[in-house]
């Protein structure tokens, strides 16, 4: 059994670093010394938070985040306080960020069915930059609900939806939510270079519309940014080859980022130590992702407090992903597999689920259940407040299935199934990608040492993937 433990050691980093900063500040007038203040009352509250009340996801993702800013504020007072002492407070900053990562990694309990994670300097650092990315996220507000009344619309929208769906007997049967979409023909395509490649930049008029009289129906139509669907191609020249589509995740739907990304798959010769597969990759970008954003930041909206947006966004996913397969058979393709990362992993593991005829389907690092990971990453008083409106998360899980992997049976053959996940991620919790290995009848996984962004550079992942395709034939 778990035990939580007080008063642990790996809360010295943070709070360390927080005397530090404080000692220097103390040493300088009031303005100069403001920023440094600043960080260091960020960084002891949240070493005293770890010290004092550990567990309490919040504290060690504000000690992540205010370690990297304070690394990036010492370094301008070489100026003031000298090179050696601004050094000292940016390594001083770095190593709290560490300790945030280490403690976060004390803190989780084990997930029953999963590899424990290696306490190891390495895999705490990767912590880290998850507990970082998490700390922004909730810096920008994106992470759990707003408190601003908006919560009463949200429990009327999911009572009526749920009563529909009932009535409908979509909640037995939540694939037939999702209707064929018609054919993809003949859709804009203009050639531009991206990250030093040659890419073909398909956009098409979407035609996805929710049902007539669903909730949130005449909300959604008005994103103006989600009526155009857009996604960008690696193409070979010469014979037809099989073609994969790669699924970006969260934040992600920047041209240049997700090509590099998806390169990989591209390439022919060697990549990470293997031949390269050489397909063409067809790269959709989510709804409310890239230049279908409908704000500053690519995604913000799909994982929200308003649920029947989300469920929107996933649904049109699903229909532009579908006339997007359309298009790629088009094109003579012998086989076509499909790749995702995180919230793509979810599309890609429903996509598998509604397509017909894929060879293979690699969810990575995938999100499985969105109720759960809503209530996991929102604040206690947040969830308290949503609760006591209304908000039952049983409830919107049952909403949510029509967009659930979990509730959706894969149509790929159980050989051409393919997860990874991470022993350590802070984003998507280990236990989303073992309950998805589980319904998908347990196929080949691989769990590696680290956390949700560090499966960039685990070379057993790409071993794993590259294995899996050329096995389903995906390959030049």
């Known amino acids: 059994m778990f035990a939580q433990s007080r008063w642990s050691i790996w809360a010295a980093p943070t709070l360390g670093a927080g005397l530090s900063w404080i000692s220097q500040a103390a040493s300088l007038s009031l303005l100069p010394a403001l920023p440094l203040w600043i960080v260091a009352t960020l960084l002891v509250t949240s070493g005293g938070g770890q010290l004092l009340t550990p567990g309490d996801r919040r504290i060690t993702q504000v000690g992540a985040l205010a370690g990297l800013v304070g690394a990036l504020v010492a370094l301008p007072y070489a100026f003031v306080i000298g090179p050696g002492t601004a050094l000292f407070l940016a390594a001083c900053g770095i190593f709290a960020s560490w300790g945030a990562g280490r403690m976060a990694l004390h803190v989780e309990p084990h997930v029953y069915g999963v590899p424990a994670p290696t306490p190891s300097v390495s895999v705490a650092a990767k912590v880290a930059v998850d507990e970082l990315i998490l700390g922004f996220e909730h810096l920008l507000g994106t992470l759990g609900f707003d408190l601003d009344g908006s919560i009463e619309r949200v429990v009327e929208e999911i009572d009526e939806l749920h009563s529909r769906f009932a009535n409908e007997g979509i909640l037995e049967k939540p694939e037939t939510y999702h209707q064929m979409p018609p054919d993809l023909i003949d859709p804009e395509i203009r050639v531009s270079e991206m990250a030093g490649h040659r890419v073909e930049v398909?956009?098409?008029?979407?035609?996805?519309?929710?049902?007539?009289?669903?909730?949130?129906?005449?909300?959604?139509?008005?994103?103006?940014?989600?009526?155009?669907?857009?996604?960008?191609?690696?193409?070979?020249?010469?014979?037809?080859?099989?073609?994969?589509?790669?699924?970006?995740?969260?934040?992600?739907?920047?041209?240049?980022?997700?090509?590099?990304?998806?390169?990989?798959?591209?390439?022919?010769?060697?990549?990470?130590?293997?031949?390269?597969?050489?397909?063409?990759?067809?790269?959709?970008?989510?709804?409310?992702?890239?230049?279908?954003?409908?704000?500053?930041?690519?995604?913000?909206?799909?994982?929200?407090?308003?649920?029947?947006?989300?469920?929107?966004?996933?649904?049109?996913?699903?229909?532009?992903?579908?006339?997007?397969?359309?298009?790629?058979?088009?094109?003579?393709?012998?086989?076509?597999?499909?790749?995702?990362?995180?919230?793509?992993?979810?599309?890609?593991?429903?996509?598998?689920?509604?397509?017909?005829?894929?060879?293979?389907?690699?969810?990575?690092?995938?999100?499985?259940?969105?109720?759960?990971?809503?209530?996991?990453?929102?604040?206690?008083?947040?969830?308290?407040?949503?609760?006591?409106?209304?908000?039952?998360?049983?409830?919107?899980?049952?909403?949510?299935?029509?967009?659930?992997?979990?509730?959706?049976?894969?149509?790929?053959?159980?050989?051409?199934?393919?997860?990874?996940?991470?022993?350590?991620?802070?984003?998507?919790?280990p236990d989303q990608v073992r309950d998805l290995w589980r319904h998908w009848e347990e196929p080949e996984i691989v769990w590696y040492q680290g956390s949700h962004i560090s499966f960039v550079n685990e070379r057993e992942v790409w071993a794993g993937v590259d294995r899996t395709m050329r096995a389903s034939g995906l390959s030049a």
């Open 202 to 429: 398909l956009r098409f008029e979407s035609g996805y519309a929710p049902a007539d009289g669903e909730p949130g129906r005449e909300r959604w139509l008005s994103y103006d940014g989600c009526r155009d669907a857009w996604a960008y191609v690696l193409r070979h020249e010469g014979p037809p080859r099989p073609w994969l589509i790669a699924t970006n995740g969260y934040r992600m739907g920047n041209g240049a980022i997700d090509v590099q990304l998806f390169d990989r798959f591209h390439k022919e010769g060697k990549v990470s130590g293997s031949s390269g597969l050489g397909l063409n990759v067809l790269i959709p970008v989510l709804p409310l992702h890239g230049p279908r954003k409908l704000g500053l930041h690519s995604g913000t909206g799909f994982l929200s407090v308003d649920v029947i947006d989300t469920l929107h966004a996933e649904a049109q996913a699903m229909w532009d992903m579908r006339r997007l397969l359309s298009w790629i058979r088009a094109q003579e393709a012998p086989s076509v597999g499909a790749f995702g990362l995180s919230l793509g992993g979810l599309t890609t593991a429903n996509f598998a689920s509604l397509a017909e005829g894929l060879v293979c389907a690699v969810p990575g690092i995938p999100l499985a259940d969105i109720a759960r990971m809503a209530e996991r990453h929102a604040a206690a008083h947040q969830i308290r407040y949503a609760e006591a409106l209304g908000y039952d998360f049983s409830r919107i899980s049952e909403v949510l299935s029509v967009i659930s992997p979990l509730a959706l049976q894969p149509k790929v053959p159980h050989s051409g199934r393919m997860i990874f996940g991470a022993t350590a991620d802070r984003l998507v919790t």
